[in-house]
């Protein structure tokens, strides 16, 4: 391990070690406010495949990349997917994951070498807020496009005037150091062709605002049944969308052409 993923390592498994009761619950709660504020990337993701026609929960196997507890996975299993793998670098976070949702598969990844998963060995390859803790975030997307056969997902922060002015530039715990890597369409297109050498990957950017923890502590300030607080949060987002083009947050998508590469063999 570089000493980037060692110190990342370490933070995990420090961070996923604490047992505070309820420390993990917004990952698998009910709540239709919280749901909705966690969930809404997400479910922009599946649209956006579904849109396309290469969404398909009953056959297709997804494998999620610096997935922590598994939130993304019980997402996906309430979606009817019935073939999916938790990954990530912290053995603790892991463990909270199989105790919280058996219906997920976990697999112990690091997420810029998976030299273990052959070509194209998940049909879906998915990210949410992982790659950015990454000392090479690229790596980290290269090799989801070297294991995924159909779709790849990188839902990580989007770059841009207001997104520097309200996120952070470093992220910082302890010893834990990370760069907030922050995508656009650019980047996404250009390692994405770097890597597959195709002009026939169909690359998809979409950008919007995110922020659910901000947005939950406005709403939830309302003195409001929850279903109003929801509504608000519907409201707020609802605004924010007619400024989408400034959003501090990017769901990108990269659809496999099938068959190898013309230039080299970089599988599906
Ligand atoms: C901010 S958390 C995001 C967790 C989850 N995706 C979510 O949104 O709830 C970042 C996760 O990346 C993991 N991570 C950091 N470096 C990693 C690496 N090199 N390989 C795999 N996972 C890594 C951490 O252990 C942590 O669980």
């Known amino acids: 391990m570089s000493d980037g993923i060692k110190m990342q390592h370490e933070r995990a498994n420090r961070l ?8 993990w619950d917004y990952h698998y709660t009910r709540d239709p406010l919280i749901r909705y504020l966690r969930d809404r990337r997400l479910h922009r993701a599946l649209t956006e495949l579904d849109n396309r026609g290469r969404l398909d929960v009953a056959t297709q196997s997804v494998l999620l990349v610096c997935a922590g507890v598994g939130g993304e996975g019980t997402f996906l299993a309430n ?3 019935v073939d999916v793998t938790v990954s990530d670098l912290s053995e603790k976070a892991l463990g ?6 058996k219906r ?14 052959e070509d194209g060995g998940y049909d879906v390859v998915l990210v949410q807020d992982g790659l950015h ?9 290269t090799e989801m496009l070297r294991v995924a056969s159909n779709a790849v997902v990188v839902i990580e ?15 910082i715990d302890g010893e834990a150091v990370n760069y907030v890597f922050r995508w656009n369409r650019n980047i996404l ?20 605002f995110d922020h659910n923890l901000v947005v939950n502590r406005l709403v939830s300030k309302l003195r409001l049944p929850r279903r109003l607080q929801l509504l608000a949060a519907r409201c707020v987002y609802r605004l924010l969308d007619l400024v989408a083009p400034m959003g501090n947050m990017m769901v990108g998508i990269v659809l496999k052409p099938s068959g190898p590469s013309p230039q080299r063999l970089v599988g599906h």
């Open 79 to 81: 979606q009817g997917f």
């Open 104 to 117: 997920l598969k976990t697999r112990f990844l690091n997420a810029e070498q998976m030299s273990e998963i």
């Open 16 to 23: 996923h070690g604490d047992s505070t009761e309820g420390l």
């Open 96 to 101: 909270l994951c199989r105790r919280f949702d």
């Open 133 to 141: 803790h990454l000392p090479r975030p690229i790596s980290g997307f």
């Open 157 to 171: 922060p989007h770059t841009g005037l207001v997104a520097r002015a309200i996120g952070k530039t470093w992220e």
């Open 189 to 208: 297109e250009q390692a994405t062709r770097s890597y597959l050498l195709r002009n026939d990957a169909e690359v998809i950017s979409c950008r919007f």
